[in-house]
Protein backbone atom coordinates (compact mmCIF):
# COMPACT_ATOMS: atom_id res chain seq x y z
CA UNK A 1 0.00 0.00 0.00
CA UNK A 2 0.89 3.48 -0.90
CA UNK A 3 0.11 5.70 1.80
CA UNK A 4 -0.20 9.61 2.24
CA UNK A 5 0.04 11.08 5.86
CA UNK A 6 -0.85 14.77 6.52
CA UNK A 7 0.45 16.44 9.19
CA UNK A 8 0.44 19.81 10.62
CA UNK A 9 3.42 21.30 13.30
CA UNK A 10 1.68 23.21 16.04
CA UNK A 11 2.49 24.50 19.81
CA UNK A 12 3.21 21.38 21.75
CA UNK A 13 0.25 21.57 24.37
CA UNK A 14 2.66 19.41 26.83
CA UNK A 15 5.44 22.18 26.84
CA UNK A 16 3.89 25.20 26.84
CA UNK A 17 0.65 27.07 28.85
CA UNK A 18 -0.88 28.71 25.70
CA UNK A 19 -1.72 31.83 26.92
CA UNK A 20 -3.30 35.98 25.18
CA UNK A 21 -0.56 37.92 24.05
CA UNK A 22 -0.76 41.64 25.30
CA UNK A 23 -2.89 42.43 22.08
CA UNK A 24 -5.27 40.40 23.06
CA UNK A 25 -5.92 38.58 19.08
CA UNK A 26 -3.36 36.21 19.30
CA UNK A 27 -2.17 33.00 21.20
CA UNK A 28 1.14 34.59 22.77
CA UNK A 29 3.78 32.78 20.40
CA UNK A 30 7.47 33.90 21.06
CA UNK A 31 9.04 31.74 22.82
CA UNK A 32 6.72 28.69 22.42
CA UNK A 33 7.93 24.82 21.73
CA UNK A 34 6.12 23.23 18.48
CA UNK A 35 6.38 20.19 17.83
CA UNK A 36 4.37 17.53 14.97
CA UNK A 37 0.61 17.69 16.25
CA UNK A 38 -0.08 14.31 18.66
CA UNK A 39 -2.71 12.87 16.42
CA UNK A 40 -0.72 13.05 13.37
CA UNK A 41 1.83 11.48 15.10
CA UNK A 42 -0.06 8.82 15.59
CA UNK A 43 -1.24 8.85 12.22
CA UNK A 44 2.24 8.13 11.16
CA UNK A 45 3.02 5.66 12.88
CA UNK A 46 0.02 3.38 12.33
CA UNK A 47 1.20 3.97 8.25
CA UNK A 48 4.60 2.53 8.86
CA UNK A 49 3.01 -0.58 10.60
CA UNK A 50 1.02 -1.22 7.68
CA UNK A 51 3.89 -0.94 5.36
CA UNK A 52 6.18 -3.38 7.64
CA UNK A 53 3.19 -5.60 7.57
CA UNK A 54 2.21 -5.22 3.65
CA UNK A 55 4.69 -3.62 2.18
CA UNK A 56 4.74 -0.37 0.47
CA UNK A 57 5.56 3.63 0.68
CA UNK A 58 5.10 6.29 3.68
CA UNK A 59 4.51 9.32 2.13
CA UNK A 60 4.41 12.78 4.91
CA UNK A 61 2.90 16.00 3.50
CA UNK A 62 2.28 18.81 5.00
CA UNK A 63 1.21 22.51 4.27
CA UNK A 64 3.24 25.37 5.35
CA UNK A 65 6.19 27.04 5.31
CA UNK A 66 10.07 26.72 5.82
CA UNK A 67 9.56 26.40 9.65
CA UNK A 68 7.29 23.55 8.67
CA UNK A 69 10.03 20.98 7.44
CA UNK A 70 10.90 20.19 10.67
CA UNK A 71 7.85 18.13 11.65
CA UNK A 72 8.53 16.45 7.88
CA UNK A 73 12.44 15.70 9.02
CA UNK A 74 11.00 13.79 12.12
CA UNK A 75 8.47 11.91 10.66
CA UNK A 76 10.86 10.75 8.16
CA UNK A 77 13.08 9.66 11.42
CA UNK A 78 10.64 8.12 12.30
CA UNK A 79 10.42 6.10 9.39
CA UNK A 80 9.05 7.83 6.54
CA UNK A 81 10.21 7.41 3.12
CA UNK A 82 10.06 11.24 1.84
CA UNK A 83 8.06 14.15 3.35
CA UNK A 84 6.79 17.24 0.89
CA UNK A 85 6.23 20.53 1.54
CA UNK A 86 2.97 22.56 -0.21
CA UNK A 87 4.10 25.92 0.60
CA UNK A 88 3.16 28.93 -1.39
CA UNK A 89 2.19 32.48 -0.04
CA UNK A 90 -0.97 32.22 -1.57
CA UNK A 91 -1.73 29.39 0.80
CA UNK A 92 -1.66 31.56 3.78
CA UNK A 93 -4.67 32.05 5.71
CA UNK A 94 -6.52 28.89 4.26
CA UNK A 95 -9.02 27.83 6.07
CA UNK A 96 -9.82 24.30 6.39
CA UNK A 97 -11.24 23.81 3.05
CA UNK A 98 -8.76 25.49 1.32
CA UNK A 99 -6.13 23.20 3.41
CA UNK A 100 -7.95 20.48 1.77
CA UNK A 101 -8.06 21.95 -1.72
CA UNK A 102 -4.20 21.98 -1.74
CA UNK A 103 -3.95 18.08 -0.55
CA UNK A 104 -6.66 17.28 -2.92
CA UNK A 105 -4.27 18.90 -5.40
CA UNK A 106 -1.00 16.96 -3.96
CA UNK A 107 -3.29 13.73 -3.91
CA UNK A 108 -3.80 13.61 -7.76
CA UNK A 109 -0.31 14.11 -8.64
CA UNK A 110 0.51 10.94 -7.27
CA UNK A 111 -1.06 7.62 -6.55
CA UNK A 112 -2.15 6.65 -3.24
CA UNK A 113 -4.31 4.03 -1.73
CA UNK A 114 -4.52 4.86 1.52
CA UNK A 115 -4.87 8.92 2.94
CA UNK A 116 -4.24 9.17 6.72
CA UNK A 117 -4.86 12.53 8.72
CA UNK A 118 -4.80 12.77 12.86
CA UNK A 119 -7.84 13.08 13.85
CA UNK A 120 -7.31 16.81 15.11
CA UNK A 121 -4.83 19.52 15.36
CA UNK A 122 -4.50 21.11 18.53
CA UNK A 123 -5.75 24.18 17.12
CA UNK A 124 -7.70 22.75 14.50
CA UNK A 125 -11.46 21.30 13.93
CA UNK A 126 -11.90 17.98 12.99
CA UNK A 127 -11.96 18.62 9.40
CA UNK A 128 -9.57 17.81 6.63
CA UNK A 129 -9.89 14.16 6.16
CA UNK A 130 -13.68 14.49 5.77
CA UNK A 131 -13.08 17.16 3.27
CA UNK A 132 -10.51 15.99 1.61
CA UNK A 133 -12.38 12.38 1.17
CA UNK A 134 -15.32 14.22 -0.08
CA UNK A 135 -13.56 16.90 -2.61
CA UNK A 136 -11.64 13.47 -3.68
CA UNK A 137 -15.02 11.16 -3.77
CA UNK A 138 -13.20 8.43 -1.60
CA UNK A 139 -14.86 7.11 1.30
CA UNK A 140 -14.06 8.43 4.58
CA UNK A 141 -14.15 6.84 7.93
CA UNK A 142 -13.07 9.80 11.32
CA UNK A 143 -12.02 8.56 14.41
CA UNK A 144 -10.45 5.53 13.57
CA UNK A 145 -8.90 3.15 16.41
CA UNK A 146 -7.66 -0.12 14.35
CA UNK A 147 -6.94 -0.82 11.06
CA UNK A 148 -6.82 -4.41 9.27
CA UNK A 149 -5.72 -4.75 5.89
CA UNK A 150 -8.25 -7.18 4.36
CA UNK A 151 -6.81 -7.41 1.03
CA UNK A 152 -5.43 -4.87 -1.88
CA UNK A 153 -8.98 -3.18 -1.88
CA UNK A 154 -10.31 -3.27 1.32
CA UNK A 155 -9.42 -2.25 5.07
CA UNK A 156 -11.61 -3.26 8.19
CA UNK A 157 -11.48 0.22 10.16
CA UNK A 158 -12.91 0.38 13.76
CA UNK A 159 -14.02 3.45 15.01
CA UNK A 160 -14.24 4.91 18.25
CA UNK A 161 -17.85 5.81 19.46
CA UNK A 162 -19.31 6.54 22.40
CA UNK A 163 -18.73 4.55 25.82
CA UNK A 164 -15.71 2.99 24.42
CA UNK A 165 -17.33 0.89 22.62
CA UNK A 166 -16.30 0.87 18.41
CA UNK A 167 -18.30 0.50 15.54
CA UNK A 168 -16.76 -1.66 13.00
CA UNK A 169 -16.73 -0.93 9.02
CA UNK A 170 -15.09 -2.26 6.09
CA UNK A 171 -14.12 0.60 3.55
CA UNK A 172 -12.89 0.66 -0.04
CA UNK A 173 -9.37 1.45 -0.82
CA UNK A 174 -8.73 3.95 -1.84
CA UNK A 175 -10.01 6.31 1.05
CA UNK A 176 -9.29 8.53 3.67
CA UNK A 177 -9.10 8.25 7.34
CA UNK A 178 -8.94 10.25 10.26
CA UNK A 179 -6.93 8.69 13.00
CA UNK A 180 -7.76 8.81 16.52
CA UNK A 181 -4.86 9.29 19.21
CA UNK A 182 -4.02 5.76 21.22
CA UNK A 183 -4.61 3.71 18.09
CA UNK A 184 -1.08 2.34 18.45
CA UNK A 185 2.25 3.44 20.48
CA UNK A 186 4.54 6.23 18.37
CA UNK A 187 8.10 4.73 18.24
CA UNK A 188 10.27 7.32 20.17
CA UNK A 189 12.96 9.45 17.58
CA UNK A 190 16.22 9.95 18.80
CA UNK A 191 18.66 12.94 18.12
CA UNK A 192 20.50 10.39 16.00
CA UNK A 193 17.57 9.69 14.01
CA UNK A 194 16.98 12.95 13.04
CA UNK A 195 20.66 13.74 12.06
CA UNK A 196 20.48 11.37 9.56
CA UNK A 197 17.88 13.22 7.87
CA UNK A 198 18.60 16.73 8.56
CA UNK A 199 20.25 17.20 5.00
CA UNK A 200 17.56 14.96 2.93
CA UNK A 201 16.45 17.19 0.83
CA UNK A 202 12.36 18.24 0.94
CA UNK A 203 10.54 18.87 -2.62
CA UNK A 204 8.28 21.86 -2.52
CA UNK A 205 5.01 22.23 -4.28
CA UNK A 206 3.03 25.26 -4.87
CA UNK A 207 0.31 26.32 -6.23
CA UNK A 208 1.52 26.25 -10.07
CA UNK A 209 3.50 22.92 -9.35
CA UNK A 210 -0.42 21.76 -8.18
CA UNK A 211 -2.69 23.59 -10.22
CA UNK A 212 -4.48 24.99 -7.38
CA UNK A 213 -6.84 27.73 -8.43
CA UNK A 214 -6.22 30.48 -6.34
CA UNK A 215 -9.82 32.08 -5.41
CA UNK A 216 -10.43 28.60 -3.86
CA UNK A 217 -7.11 29.15 -1.25
CA UNK A 218 -5.44 31.46 0.95
CA UNK A 219 -7.39 34.08 2.88
CA UNK A 220 -8.98 35.11 -0.45
CA UNK A 221 -10.99 31.68 -0.49
CA UNK A 222 -11.85 31.41 2.90
CA UNK A 223 -15.25 31.28 4.31
CA UNK A 224 -14.01 30.55 7.72
CA UNK A 225 -12.19 33.48 9.06
CA UNK A 226 -10.56 33.24 13.30
CA UNK A 227 -11.00 37.21 14.03
CA UNK A 228 -9.46 36.76 17.34
CA UNK A 229 -8.88 35.12 20.70
CA UNK A 230 -9.69 35.54 24.16
CA UNK A 231 -10.16 34.52 27.43
CA UNK A 232 -14.03 34.16 28.54
CA UNK A 233 -15.23 35.46 31.16
CA UNK A 234 -16.52 33.33 33.53
CA UNK A 235 -18.88 32.16 36.22
CA UNK A 236 -17.53 31.95 39.93
CA UNK A 237 -15.36 29.09 39.29
CA UNK A 238 -13.32 27.24 41.81
CA UNK A 239 -12.56 28.65 44.94
CA UNK A 240 -8.59 28.13 45.03
CA UNK A 241 -7.68 27.56 48.63
CA UNK A 242 -4.77 29.45 49.76
CA UNK A 243 -1.85 29.16 52.69
CA UNK A 244 0.67 27.05 53.31
CA UNK A 245 0.59 23.55 51.60
CA UNK A 246 0.10 21.74 54.85
CA UNK A 247 -2.97 23.94 55.23
CA UNK A 248 -4.58 23.72 51.81
CA UNK A 249 -3.79 19.78 52.66
CA UNK A 250 -5.91 20.02 56.03
CA UNK A 251 -8.59 21.57 53.74
CA UNK A 252 -8.44 19.17 51.29
CA UNK A 253 -8.67 16.60 53.69
CA UNK A 254 -11.55 18.06 55.68
CA UNK A 255 -13.31 18.76 52.34
CA UNK A 256 -13.01 14.88 51.04
CA UNK A 257 -14.84 14.02 54.77
CA UNK A 258 -17.22 16.85 54.39
CA UNK A 259 -18.56 15.63 51.20
CA UNK A 260 -18.95 12.21 51.96
CA UNK A 261 -15.84 10.76 50.78
CA UNK A 262 -14.14 9.12 53.79
CA UNK A 263 -16.38 6.46 55.76
CA UNK B 1 -33.15 35.11 6.75
CA UNK B 2 -31.83 31.46 5.42
CA UNK B 3 -33.43 28.05 6.15
CA UNK B 4 -32.15 26.02 8.68
CA UNK B 5 -32.08 22.38 9.16
CA UNK B 6 -31.31 20.16 12.18
CA UNK B 7 -29.95 16.74 11.85
CA UNK B 8 -31.46 14.31 14.43
CA UNK B 9 -29.49 12.08 15.87
CA UNK B 10 -31.37 9.18 17.24
CA UNK B 11 -31.05 5.87 18.64
CA UNK B 12 -33.35 3.03 19.68
CA UNK B 13 -36.52 5.29 18.60
CA UNK B 14 -35.56 7.95 20.46
CA UNK B 15 -34.16 11.77 19.83
CA UNK B 16 -30.92 12.36 21.29
CA UNK B 17 -30.57 15.71 23.74
CA UNK B 18 -28.93 17.18 21.15
CA UNK B 19 -32.14 17.38 19.22
CA UNK B 20 -33.60 20.36 21.68
CA UNK B 21 -29.87 21.93 21.81
CA UNK B 22 -29.42 22.70 17.84
CA UNK B 23 -33.58 24.33 18.30
CA UNK B 24 -32.01 26.32 21.12
CA UNK B 25 -28.67 26.69 18.71
CA UNK B 26 -31.10 27.86 15.52
CA UNK B 27 -32.84 30.56 18.03
CA UNK B 28 -29.10 32.18 18.39
CA UNK B 29 -28.55 32.27 14.38
CA UNK B 30 -32.03 34.04 14.06
CA UNK B 31 -34.70 34.92 17.04
CA UNK B 32 -37.63 34.29 14.61
CA UNK B 33 -36.21 30.96 12.79
CA UNK B 34 -38.19 28.23 12.46
CA UNK B 35 -35.89 25.34 12.13
CA UNK B 36 -36.73 21.72 10.27
CA UNK B 37 -35.57 18.60 11.63
CA UNK B 38 -34.18 16.28 9.32
CA UNK B 39 -34.51 12.89 10.90
CA UNK B 40 -32.89 9.52 8.66
CA UNK B 41 -33.40 6.11 9.13
CA UNK B 42 -36.07 3.13 9.08
CA UNK B 43 -38.68 1.42 10.35
CA UNK B 44 -40.91 1.96 13.54
CA UNK B 45 -37.85 3.35 15.24
CA UNK B 46 -38.05 6.31 12.35
CA UNK B 47 -41.69 6.83 12.93
CA UNK B 48 -41.37 7.30 16.47
CA UNK B 49 -38.30 9.76 16.81
CA UNK B 50 -40.20 11.44 14.29
CA UNK B 51 -43.46 11.76 16.26
CA UNK B 52 -42.03 12.75 19.44
CA UNK B 53 -39.95 16.05 17.22
CA UNK B 54 -43.22 17.20 16.51
CA UNK B 55 -43.41 18.49 19.73
CA UNK B 56 -40.88 20.85 19.38
CA UNK B 57 -40.35 21.34 15.30
CA UNK B 58 -42.65 22.75 13.54
CA UNK B 59 -41.82 20.92 10.31
CA UNK B 60 -39.78 17.48 10.28
CA UNK B 61 -38.36 15.65 7.45
CA UNK B 62 -38.72 12.14 8.00
CA UNK B 63 -36.06 10.03 5.34
CA UNK B 64 -37.28 6.48 5.30
CA UNK B 65 -34.71 4.41 3.88
CA UNK B 66 -33.42 0.80 4.42
CA UNK B 67 -29.56 1.80 3.81
CA UNK B 68 -30.43 4.31 6.52
CA UNK B 69 -30.90 1.86 9.43
CA UNK B 70 -27.54 2.36 10.61
CA UNK B 71 -26.62 5.65 10.62
CA UNK B 72 -24.04 5.37 7.40
CA UNK B 73 -22.58 8.97 7.34
CA UNK B 74 -21.49 8.60 3.25
CA UNK B 75 -25.46 7.37 2.87
CA UNK B 76 -27.02 9.99 5.15
CA UNK B 77 -25.00 12.92 3.44
CA UNK B 78 -25.55 11.63 -0.18
CA UNK B 79 -29.31 11.68 0.97
CA UNK B 80 -28.90 15.17 2.57
CA UNK B 81 -27.33 16.66 -0.86
CA UNK B 82 -30.51 15.78 -3.04
CA UNK B 83 -32.97 17.68 -0.35
CA UNK B 84 -31.35 20.12 1.72
CA UNK B 85 -31.80 23.29 -0.30
CA UNK B 86 -28.67 25.06 -1.22
CA UNK B 87 -28.03 28.09 0.71
CA UNK B 88 -29.18 26.70 4.18
CA UNK B 89 -27.89 26.34 7.52
CA UNK B 90 -27.72 22.56 8.81
CA UNK B 91 -27.02 22.26 12.20
CA UNK B 92 -25.26 18.76 13.37
CA UNK B 93 -24.33 17.21 16.94
CA UNK B 94 -20.40 17.58 17.03
CA UNK B 95 -20.15 13.85 18.34
CA UNK B 96 -18.72 10.78 16.45
CA UNK B 97 -21.26 10.71 13.66
CA UNK B 98 -21.16 15.17 13.46
CA UNK B 99 -17.70 14.61 12.91
CA UNK B 100 -17.97 11.63 10.65
CA UNK B 101 -20.50 13.69 8.32
CA UNK B 102 -20.57 17.33 8.32
CA UNK B 103 -16.97 18.13 6.95
CA UNK B 104 -17.78 16.24 3.83
CA UNK B 105 -21.08 17.77 3.68
CA UNK B 106 -20.06 20.95 3.38
CA UNK B 107 -17.65 20.05 0.64
CA UNK B 108 -21.20 18.24 -1.59
CA UNK B 109 -23.24 21.40 -0.44
CA UNK B 110 -20.54 23.79 -1.62
CA UNK B 111 -20.72 25.13 2.04
CA UNK B 112 -19.04 26.79 4.74
CA UNK B 113 -18.26 24.43 8.06
CA UNK B 114 -17.40 25.63 11.13
CA UNK B 115 -16.83 22.30 13.66
CA UNK B 116 -17.56 22.28 17.75
CA UNK B 117 -19.21 25.28 18.20
CA UNK B 118 -20.13 26.16 21.56
CA UNK B 119 -21.46 29.81 21.16
CA UNK B 120 -23.38 32.03 18.62
CA UNK B 121 -23.15 35.67 18.81
CA UNK B 122 -25.43 35.98 15.64
CA UNK B 123 -25.52 37.70 12.18
CA UNK B 124 -23.78 40.29 10.71
CA UNK B 125 -24.49 40.88 6.82
CA UNK B 126 -23.42 37.55 5.39
CA UNK B 127 -21.46 37.02 8.65
CA UNK B 128 -22.22 34.24 11.53
CA UNK B 129 -20.30 35.14 14.39
CA UNK B 130 -19.40 31.89 16.20
CA UNK B 131 -17.75 31.12 19.49
CA UNK B 132 -14.99 28.02 19.48
CA UNK B 133 -12.66 26.90 21.52
CA UNK B 134 -8.82 25.83 20.76
CA UNK B 135 -6.20 23.60 22.64
CA UNK B 136 -8.11 21.70 24.61
CA UNK B 137 -9.75 24.76 25.80
CA UNK B 138 -7.13 26.87 27.08
CA UNK B 139 -8.39 29.52 24.72
CA UNK B 140 -11.57 30.93 22.82
CA UNK B 141 -11.96 32.07 19.73
CA UNK B 142 -14.32 34.00 18.04
CA UNK B 143 -14.77 33.14 13.93
CA UNK B 144 -16.78 34.45 11.39
CA UNK B 145 -17.96 32.00 8.87
CA UNK B 146 -19.60 33.79 5.00
CA UNK B 147 -23.31 32.03 4.67
CA UNK B 148 -23.95 33.16 2.31
CA UNK B 149 -23.23 29.97 0.12
CA UNK B 150 -25.10 28.19 2.67
CA UNK B 151 -23.22 26.19 5.75
CA UNK B 152 -23.01 23.19 7.68
CA UNK B 153 -22.17 24.51 11.87
CA UNK B 154 -21.36 21.76 14.06
CA UNK B 155 -22.74 22.41 17.56
CA UNK B 156 -21.04 21.27 21.11
CA UNK B 157 -23.45 18.31 22.44
CA UNK B 158 -24.51 20.44 25.82
CA UNK B 159 -23.45 24.20 24.96
CA UNK B 160 -26.75 25.50 24.76
CA UNK B 161 -29.88 24.99 27.07
CA UNK B 162 -33.22 23.83 25.21
CA UNK B 163 -35.68 26.66 25.68
CA UNK B 164 -38.66 25.75 27.04
CA UNK B 165 -41.91 26.96 24.49
CA UNK B 166 -45.22 26.32 23.42
CA UNK B 167 -45.64 22.49 21.96
CA UNK B 168 -45.03 22.99 18.13
CA UNK B 169 -47.39 20.64 16.71
CA UNK B 170 -45.47 20.06 13.88
CA UNK B 171 -45.98 18.36 10.98
CA UNK B 172 -44.27 15.42 9.17
CA UNK B 173 -43.25 15.84 5.89
CA UNK B 174 -41.78 12.46 4.03
CA UNK B 175 -38.61 13.40 1.88
CA UNK B 176 -37.73 9.23 1.17
CA UNK B 177 -38.89 9.75 -2.59
CA UNK B 178 -36.23 12.44 -3.03
CA UNK B 179 -33.11 10.88 -1.71
CA UNK B 180 -32.17 9.18 -4.63
CA UNK B 181 -30.22 5.93 -5.14
CA UNK B 182 -27.97 5.35 -1.61
CA UNK B 183 -24.59 3.24 -2.23
CA UNK B 184 -21.45 3.15 -0.36
CA UNK B 185 -17.85 2.75 -0.19
CA UNK B 186 -18.11 2.12 3.47
CA UNK B 187 -20.34 -0.65 5.10
CA UNK B 188 -21.31 -0.85 8.88
CA UNK B 189 -20.22 -4.50 9.76
CA UNK B 190 -20.86 -4.40 13.67
CA UNK B 191 -20.62 -2.67 17.43
CA UNK B 192 -18.23 -4.56 19.79
CA UNK B 193 -18.94 -3.36 23.37
CA UNK B 194 -16.45 -2.21 25.51
CA UNK B 195 -15.06 -4.57 27.69
CA UNK B 196 -15.35 -4.53 31.34
CA UNK B 197 -12.34 -3.40 33.14
CA UNK B 198 -10.10 -4.62 36.55
CA UNK B 199 -12.38 -1.87 37.91
CA UNK B 200 -15.90 -0.36 37.69
CA UNK B 201 -15.51 3.16 38.01
CA UNK B 202 -19.14 3.58 37.85
CA UNK B 203 -19.27 1.85 41.41
CA UNK B 204 -17.15 4.13 43.47
CA UNK B 205 -18.64 7.12 45.16
CA UNK B 206 -14.54 9.05 45.07
CA UNK B 207 -12.67 8.99 42.39
CA UNK B 208 -8.75 9.52 42.47
CA UNK B 209 -8.98 10.70 38.21
CA UNK B 210 -5.19 11.67 37.16
CA UNK B 211 -4.49 13.21 33.45
CA UNK B 212 -1.77 14.31 31.53
CA UNK B 213 0.32 15.35 34.58
CA UNK B 214 1.01 12.46 36.46
CA UNK B 215 3.70 12.14 33.38
CA UNK B 216 4.86 8.68 33.52
CA UNK B 217 3.32 5.58 34.14
CA UNK B 218 5.24 4.47 37.30
CA UNK B 219 3.54 8.03 38.83
CA UNK B 220 0.34 6.27 38.53
CA UNK B 221 1.19 4.81 42.01
CA UNK B 222 0.78 7.53 43.57
CA UNK B 223 -3.20 8.40 42.90
CA UNK B 224 -3.38 4.27 43.94
CA UNK B 225 -2.07 5.12 47.13
CA UNK B 226 -4.56 7.40 47.51
CA UNK B 227 -7.14 5.62 46.25
CA UNK B 228 -6.54 2.98 48.73
CA UNK B 229 -6.52 4.75 51.78
CA UNK B 230 -9.55 6.46 50.58
CA UNK B 231 -11.64 3.57 49.28
CA UNK B 232 -11.83 5.21 46.19
CA UNK B 233 -10.53 3.97 42.16
CA UNK B 234 -8.23 5.36 39.93
CA UNK B 235 -9.80 7.09 37.03
CA UNK B 236 -7.83 9.06 34.47
CA UNK B 237 -8.72 11.23 31.28
CA UNK B 238 -7.98 10.36 27.48
CA UNK B 239 -4.15 10.97 27.19
CA UNK B 240 -2.97 8.63 30.07
CA UNK B 241 -4.85 5.95 28.19
CA UNK B 242 -3.49 7.22 24.91
CA UNK B 243 -0.35 6.13 26.54
CA UNK B 244 -1.08 2.97 27.87
CA UNK B 245 -0.45 4.05 31.68
CA UNK B 246 -3.90 2.75 32.67
CA UNK B 247 -6.58 0.46 31.01
CA UNK B 248 -9.44 2.09 28.66
CA UNK B 249 -11.83 0.84 31.06
CA UNK B 250 -10.51 3.90 33.74
CA UNK B 251 -10.95 6.86 31.16
CA UNK B 252 -13.77 8.97 31.96
CA UNK B 253 -15.62 11.00 29.11
CA UNK B 254 -17.99 10.89 25.87
CA UNK B 255 -15.48 8.21 24.56
CA UNK B 256 -15.22 6.51 27.62
CA UNK B 257 -17.26 6.16 31.02
CA UNK B 258 -20.08 8.35 32.25
CA UNK B 259 -19.65 8.14 36.23
CA UNK B 260 -21.79 9.62 38.87
CA UNK B 261 -19.55 9.65 42.16
CA UNK B 262 -19.79 12.06 45.05
CA UNK B 263 -15.89 13.36 45.02
CA UNK B 264 -14.35 13.95 41.80
CA UNK B 265 -10.92 15.11 42.76
CA UNK B 266 -9.20 16.03 38.82
CA UNK B 267 -5.59 15.72 39.48
CA UNK B 268 -2.95 17.36 36.46
CA UNK B 269 -6.16 17.02 33.93
CA UNK B 270 -6.74 20.36 31.71
CA UNK B 271 -10.40 19.82 31.41
CA UNK B 272 -11.34 19.38 27.81
CA UNK B 273 -15.08 19.22 27.20
CA UNK B 274 -14.62 15.78 26.38
CA UNK B 275 -13.92 14.73 29.67
CA UNK B 276 -16.14 16.57 31.47
CA UNK B 277 -19.21 15.15 29.28
CA UNK B 278 -18.26 11.98 31.62
CA UNK B 279 -19.09 13.21 34.78
CA UNK B 280 -22.38 13.35 35.70
CA UNK B 281 -24.25 13.52 38.63
CA UNK B 282 -23.11 16.91 39.80
CA UNK B 283 -20.05 15.44 42.38
CA UNK B 284 -17.83 17.57 44.58
CA UNK B 285 -14.98 18.44 42.36
CA UNK B 286 -11.82 19.34 43.62
CA UNK B 287 -9.35 20.41 40.90
CA UNK B 288 -5.71 19.94 41.43
CA UNK B 289 -3.38 21.31 38.61
CA UNK B 290 0.12 23.20 38.62
CA UNK B 291 -1.08 25.45 35.87
CA UNK B 292 -3.30 27.74 37.57
CA UNK B 293 -5.30 28.56 34.10
CA UNK B 294 -6.66 25.07 33.92
CA UNK B 295 -9.88 25.08 32.35
CA UNK B 296 -10.78 22.35 34.92
CA UNK B 297 -10.50 25.45 37.57
CA UNK B 298 -13.27 26.95 35.62
CA UNK B 299 -15.87 24.34 36.97
CA UNK B 300 -14.56 22.14 39.80
CA UNK B 301 -15.71 23.92 43.52
CA UNK B 302 -12.57 23.90 44.46
CA UNK B 303 -8.88 24.23 42.61
CA UNK B 304 -5.07 23.88 44.21
CA UNK B 305 -2.62 25.07 42.11
CA UNK B 306 0.46 22.47 42.65
CA UNK B 307 2.28 19.77 41.45
CA UNK B 308 0.24 16.37 41.93
CA UNK B 309 3.72 14.43 41.82
CA UNK B 310 4.29 16.53 45.36
CA UNK B 311 0.34 17.09 46.45
CA UNK B 312 -1.10 13.47 46.71
CA UNK B 313 1.47 12.02 48.60
CA UNK B 314 1.34 14.66 51.51
CA UNK B 315 -2.62 13.85 51.11
CA UNK B 316 -2.44 10.52 51.63
CA UNK B 317 -0.16 10.58 54.31
CA UNK B 318 -2.15 12.91 56.07
CA UNK B 319 -4.93 10.68 55.54
CA UNK B 320 -3.38 7.82 56.67
CA UNK B 321 -2.21 9.80 60.09
CA UNK B 322 -5.66 10.72 60.35
CA UNK B 323 -6.92 7.16 60.20
CA UNK B 324 -4.38 5.72 61.94
CA UNK B 325 -5.34 8.25 65.11
CA UNK B 326 -8.59 7.10 64.79
CA UNK B 327 -8.09 3.83 65.00
Redesign the interface.
Request: glycine share 14%.
Given at each position: VEILVCVRRV?D??EN????NSAGND?DRDDLVYSVNEADN?AVEEALQIVARTGGNVTVATVGGEDDEEVLRREMAMGANQGVLLTDEAFEGSD??GI?TILKAFVQKGKYDLILTG?QA??G???????L???LD??????VNSIEVLDGKKL?V???????????????LP?VL?TQ??IN?PRYVGMRGIRQVASVEIPTFGAADLGVDLATVGAVGA??????????A??K?????QGS?EE??????E??KA????? | MVRIFAYIVHKGGIADDSAAELAAAAGKIDAGASPTAIVTGWGAELDAVCETLRASYAEVWKVSNQALAYPNAELIRKALVNIVPSGSIVLVPHAHFGIDLSPGLSIKLNSAYVSDVLGIDGVEGNWLKVVRQEFGGQVSTHVKCDISPGAVINIRPGAFKPQDSAPADGMVVDKSAEVGALAAGRRYLETVIAEAGDVDITKYPVLISVGRGIQEKDNVSIAEELAEVLGAAVSCSRPVVDAKWLPKSRQIGSSGQTVKPKVYMACGISGSFQHLAGIKGNPFIIAINKNPKAPFFQVADVGVVADILEFLPELTNKIREARGASV
Open positions: PTSEIQLIYGRAIEDGAQIGGMAALYPFASLKGREIEGGNREMNEIDCSTGEKVKRTDYFIPLGGAEILQIIEKVFLIKGGLN | -
